[in-house]
């Protein structure tokens, strides 16, 4: 499965990314939800409460249910830098969409 993203990075330039999606967890420390892709020396945070995060759970698990093969994290913004790299953004809550 493939997921199409809005990602900024060190400098808070926007880009549109498609990456392979292998996974999502939550850091209880920084209260963020990490995406896993095929890009190993970067990380894909996403600052969000814990409800929020079990809400975008829910919805990938449906995506996936369905056969989807892409997921669309639509306006939210994630933040892409170097494994480790902090960042401070206001927490997100995803809507995603299948295409």
Do not use: W
Not at 27 to 46: G, K, Q
Not at 77 to 95: M, T
């Amino acid at each position: 499965m493939y997921i199409a993203m809005q990602c900024a990075d060190s400098n808070g330039m926007l880009n549109t990314e498609i990456c392979t999606f292998y996974g999502i967890r939550y850091d209880t420390r920084y209260r963020s939800a990490i995406l896993s892709t095929e890009h190993l020396n970067h990380d894909y945070v996403i600052p969000m409460e814990a409800a929020d995060y079990e809400d975008a759970v829910k919805q990938i698990l449906s995506a996936m249910a369905s056969g989807a093969q892409m997921i669309n994290l639509g306006e939210s913004i994630v933040s892409r830098g170097k494994k480790g790299e902090a960042r401070q953004v206001q927490p997100q809550k995803l809507k995603i969409t299948t295409n």
